[in-house]
């Protein structure tokens, strides 16, 4: 890969929670598509229309040879993010039936019972470190449910969840193959048992794994498994701690949700716009190609800045405004094209639940300290010190 080329930003300066939209505001100005010799080198796509481009163009831009920068050394493929269509689609149509609106619905009293149950040590104690004390367990509880596992594995999961998801941070090579080796055992365990005793296949992932149609082989069905279960747990967890800090500056916005609950779903997707979790999401040219006007050569990543692409100006009016009556609203906070995330539901009602709790739990929320943002990895905060006002 070509390193000669000056990089244009550095992905690796330390961020406030604001910092980064101030400098992806001057990249979409000055260089919308820069390039970084970091992580080995890489470009990254910073406006709306170049990021829907390489997201619907699997041709030109594969997922299959780098998917992350960093690039993350496998094994084997995990499916579905490893490969392109038409392969793809094996893996996502099952996963596309589970995890429909229609087929999460059922979930929503268990995500609001565990939100419930997760906000009191903080309600109790007047606050807390939301992301880590909240945001993490929740997300990770909230996955172990959709996978319809039994109390003692839930906690299992959301156990060793938050031990990868700790290791990814501190970039600890053996804490992250040891959390993944466990997840991988937890995934094994699982596929096995629906083999043994299969679910509706329209409604648990698993069993819907193992009846596709082409078959898929049993390594490949855990390998999806693992893949889900981690992003089903970093996604939600880094967008819940932007949310909560979010809410903890804007009082307004406060008082509006819980005298008008009504507007819970246009806050939300605001939310989802402004502090979408993705950033290091690649993909691999398979030609060289021209886009921003930069030339991205045959077998070079480039990464879709998603958080930047939400704000782009020429897309979306006062970008850094959360703004209940915008419409439309075609934020790219789940992706776009074959890769779109398949949990967009979920991750709605993941929201609903967690939000709403935080809200109705107590009269006011405050930052009670300095919010510590994630490394380069994720898209969010991982500590966020919040102050509970009682009723």
Same mark, same amino acid.
């Given at each position: 890969?070509?390193?000669?080329?000056?990089?244009?930003?550095?992905?690796? /300066?330390?961020?406030?929670?604001?910092?980064?939209?101030?400098?992806?505001?001057?990249?979409?100005?000055?260089?919308?598509?820069?390039?970084?010799?970091?992580?080995?080198?890489?470009?990254?796509?910073?406006?709306?229309?170049?990021?829907?481009?390489?997201?619907?163009?699997?041709?030109?831009?594969? *997922?299959?040879?780098?998917?992350?920068?960093?690039?993350? &050394?496998?094994?084997?493929?995990?499916? &579905?993010?490893?490969?392109?269509?038409?392969? #793809?689609?094996?893996?996502? /149509?099952? +996963?596309?039936?589970?995890?429909?609106?229609?087929?999460?619905?059922?979930?929503?009293?268990?995500?609001?019972?565990?939100?419930?149950? +997760?906000?009191?040590? %903080?309600?109790?104690?007047?606050?807390?470190?939301?992301?880590?004390?909240?945001?993490?367990?929740?997300?990770?509880?909230?996955?172990?449910?959709? =996978?319809? =596992?039994?109390? /003692?594995? @839930?906690?299992?999961?959301?156990?060793?969840?938050?031990?990868?998801?700790? !290791?990814?941070?501190?970039?600890?090579?053996?804490?992250?193959?040891?959390?993944?080796?466990? +997840?991988?055992?937890?995934?094994?365990?699982?596929?096995?048992?629906?083999?043994?005793?299969?679910?509706?296949?329209? *409604?648990?992932?698993?069993?819907?794994?193992?009846?596709?149609?082409?078959? $898929?082989?049993?390594?490949?069905?855990?390998? @999806?498994?693992?893949?889900?279960?981690?992003?089903?747990?970093?996604?939600?967890?880094?967008? =819940?701690?932007?949310?909560?800090?979010?809410?903890?500056?804007?009082?307004? %916005?406060?008082?509006? =949700?819980?005298?008008?609950?009504?507007?819970?779903?246009?806050?939300?997707?605001?939310?989802?716009?402004?502090?979408?979790?993705?950033?290091?999401?690649?993909?691999?040219?398979?030609?060289?190609?021209?886009?921003?006007?930069?030339?991205?050569?045959?077998?070079?990543?480039? @990464?879709?800045?998603?958080?930047?692409?939400?704000?782009?100006?020429?897309?979306?009016? /006062?970008?850094?405004?959360?703004? +209940?009556?915008? #419409? &439309?609203?075609?934020?790219? !906070?789940?992706?776009?094209?074959?890769?779109?995330?398949?949990? @967009?539901? %979920?991750?709605?009602?993941?929201?609903?639940?967690? %939000?709403?709790?935080?809200?109705?739990?107590?009269?006011? $929320?405050?930052?009670?300290? &300095?919010?510590?943002?994630?490394?380069?990895?994720?898209?969010?905060?991982?500590?966020?010190?919040?102050?509970?006002?009682? #009723?």
């Amino acid at each position: 890969m070509t390193t000669e080329r000056p990089s244009d930003w550095d992905p690796r /300066a330390p961020e406030t929670f604001d910092s980064s939209h101030a400098v992806y505001a001057d990249l979409r100005r000055r260089c919308p598509v820069p390039w970084n010799d970091a992580y080995g080198g890489f470009w990254a796509a910073t406006r709306y229309d170049d990021v829907v481009r390489i997201a619907r163009d699997s041709e030109t831009f594969s *997922t299959a040879v780098q998917n992350v920068v960093p690039h993350v &050394p496998r094994a084997k493929r995990r499916p &579905p993010l490893h490969y392109d269509p038409p392969e #793809h689609g094996i893996y996502r /149509a099952p +996963l596309d039936r589970v995890m429909s609106r229609a087929a999460v619905r059922r979930l929503e009293p268990a995500f609001a019972q565990a939100a419930e149950e +997760l906000l009191q040590p %903080l309600l109790a104690r007047g606050g807390g470190d939301y992301s880590k004390e909240f945001a993490l367990p929740f997300a990770a509880q909230c996955f172990a449910l959709f =996978l319809g =596992l039994p109390l /003692a594995r @839930t906690l299992d999961i959301r156990r060793i969840g938050v031990e990868y998801s700790f !290791a990814i941070q501190d970039m600890d090579k053996a804490r992250i193959m040891a959390a993944s080796d466990e +997840l991988y055992g937890i995934a094994r365990a699982l596929v096995d048992e629906r083999r043994r005793d299969p679910r509706d296949p329209d *409604t648990d992932m698993v069993t819907g794994l193992l009846h596709a149609d082409p078959a $898929i082989p049993d390594d490949l069905v855990v390998g @999806t498994v693992r893949q889900t279960i981690v992003a089903g747990i970093g996604a939600p967890h880094a967008v =819940l701690g932007s949310a909560a800090v979010h809410l903890a500056r804007d009082p307004d %916005l406060q008082r509006q =949700l819980r005298d008008r609950p009504d507007l819970m779903a246009g806050a939300i997707e605001e939310l989802l716009r402004l502090y979408a979790p993705y950033r290091v999401f690649a993909r691999t040219a398979t030609r060289d190609v021209e886009l921003g006007g930069r030339t991205i050569r045959a077998g070079e990543p480039v @990464t879709m800045l998603f958080p930047s692409a939400n704000r782009d100006e020429d897309v979306f009016t /006062a970008p850094d405004r959360l703004d +209940l009556n915008r #419409h &439309p609203n075609r934020h790219l !906070a789940f992706g776009r094209g074959a890769h779109r995330c398949p949990g @967009t539901a %979920l991750a709605r009602m993941e929201m609903a639940a967690a %939000l709403r709790a935080l809200l109705d739990g107590g009269t006011g $929320i405050a930052l009670d300290g &300095p919010v510590e943002m994630f490394n380069w990895l994720e898209f969010g905060p991982k500590s966020v010190p919040i102050r509970l006002a009682p #009723h």
